[in-house]
């Protein structure tokens, strides 16, 4: 069985560009969650898709966007990219009531 | 709102000494409690969790965590730390489908030889 894989690895981004970034979830996973840890600090969770739909969202912006597709990948889109969205993004993916398992996620720096 | 708290920020134990990281969380129901072990510039690893039952819970690498609901904590243990064990940890608190988890700030564990 595959794991969540993310990509790209590491990107660099200018203020004010948008970003894509990509996330494929484990197999026979339904349900994707997305993640942004900043240096130093704990996971916090941006939002989660289930079966294509928006399943729920923590205190981030609207700037900060999903998708998810049949196939259960998921991307999340990032517009007018600020300073402070340098961190690491974590995808995780998981099925019905069972632990979520995590990719090793994408460094985006924003200069 | 559910959050979790982490007090020690680092913990600098000796190779072979027992280790004990604490955790607090506040939860409006029976929580889904998670320990994750991250690398420097890795993803998290899933150490164990708790849904149910058995207030004590064992996990991989040969860490256990127990449950104790009257003090809101799930605190992880080990008896016996590896270098190998050098790392970050989180504690994480789920909603009731065990998802959309709210982590702790994380304790960066350091292991003298």
């Known amino acids: 069985e595959t794991g969540v894989t993310q990509s790209p690895t590491h990107l660099i981004k200018t203020r004010g560009q948008q970003v894509t970034l990509r996330c494929s979830s484990q197999?026979?996973?339904?349900?994707v969650s997305w993640y942004q840890q900043a240096l130093g600090q704990g996971p916090q969770f941006i939002f989660q898709?289930?079966?294509?739909?928006?399943?729920g969202r923590g205190n981030f912006p609207p700037r900060f966007s999903g998708l998810q597709f049949p196939n259960y990948s998921s991307e999340l889109n990032v517009n007018a990219l600020e300073l402070d969205d340098s961190a690491l993004y974590l995808c995780?993916?998981?099925?019905?009531?069972?632990?979520?398992?995590f990719g090793q996620g994408t460094r985006l720096t924003v200069v | 709102a559910q959050s979790v708290t982490q007090p020690d920020i680092h913990i600098t134990v000796s190779e072979g000494a027992s280790l004990e990281l604490r955790c607090n969380y506040s939860y409006g129901a029976t929580p889904y409690l998670f320990w994750y072990v991250q690398s420097p510039g890795q993803g998290l690893q899933l150490l164990l969790k708790y849904f149910s039952g058995d207030t004590l819970v064992q996990g991989i690498k040969g860490f256990e965590a127990e449950f104790k609901r009257s003090q809101s904590s799930f605190n992880l243990r080990k008896p016996s730390v590896h270098w190998s064990d050098a790392a970050e940890y989180f504690c994480a608190v789920g909603n009731n489908a065990g998802n959309m988890l709210t982590f702790g700030g994380g304790t960066r564990l350091m292991v003298k030889p």
């Open positions: 898709y289930y079966r294509e739909e928006e399943n």
């Open positions: 197999s026979g996973h339904n349900t």
């Open positions: 995780a993916s998981s099925s019905g009531q069972h632990e979520a398992f």
